[in-house]
């Protein structure tokens, strides 16, 4: 299974941007690079994902390497309700998605 | 937005007794899954389901476990004889297409194995 590895936490003032590193030096070609969040006592929920390009959607940005290796989600403004354990994972095809650890967000007023 | 429903949200049962939790994918998802999470711990891959049958699962999902899609709804997740350590949050999780595996997850059941 194609692993990542993230810091296990960080912190952000409210209404600064976040920067949440992942690695992930043994993806594969065919690897979709994903990102949920889980908000306390809440499921998994669907953030971004992106396969070789940046990616922005109304939640995040996605920045990617260019040699795939490494990607960093962005949250442009953090509020409080952004207070999550975030995950990057790699997946794609139908076959398992493996959730690590996570980087655990707090956010302070 | 569809979503993924979850029943039920909590369970409480004795150890040696059968539970089944419930899903409803996405109408149109292709691809079923059960992941779950002990309490402080990390969501955990246990099973997936394609074309009625389970393409893969993990070394949790022993002869204890087992899914089923009795209809075109449901998905169903039955543990036989339940353990303390059984215990966890079970979340059903269904992908659209497998192109990109977008996983879309459920609420949550909440088992207690008393």
Sequence with gaps: DAKTTQPNSMES???EPVHLPCNHSTISGTDYIHWYRQLPSQGPEYVIHGLTSNVNNRMASLAIAEDRKSSTLILHRATLRDAAVYYCTLGGGGFKTIFGAGTRLFVKA | EPEVTQTPSHQVTQMGQEVILRCVPIS???YFYWYRQILGQKVEFLVSFYNNEISEKSEIFD????VERPDGSNFTLKIRS?????SAMYFCAS???SGANVLT??????LTVL
Excluded at chain 2, 82 to 86: I, V, Y
């Design chain 1, 13 to 15: 003032n409210e209404e």
């Design chain 2, 28 to 30: 149109n998802h292709l």
């Design chain 2, 63 to 66: 002869d204890q476990f087992s």
């Design chain 2, 82 to 86: 339940t353990k303390l350590e059984d």
């Design chain 2, 95 to 97: 992908v659209e297409v």
């Design chain 2, 105 to 110: 997850f459920g609420a949550g059941s909440r």
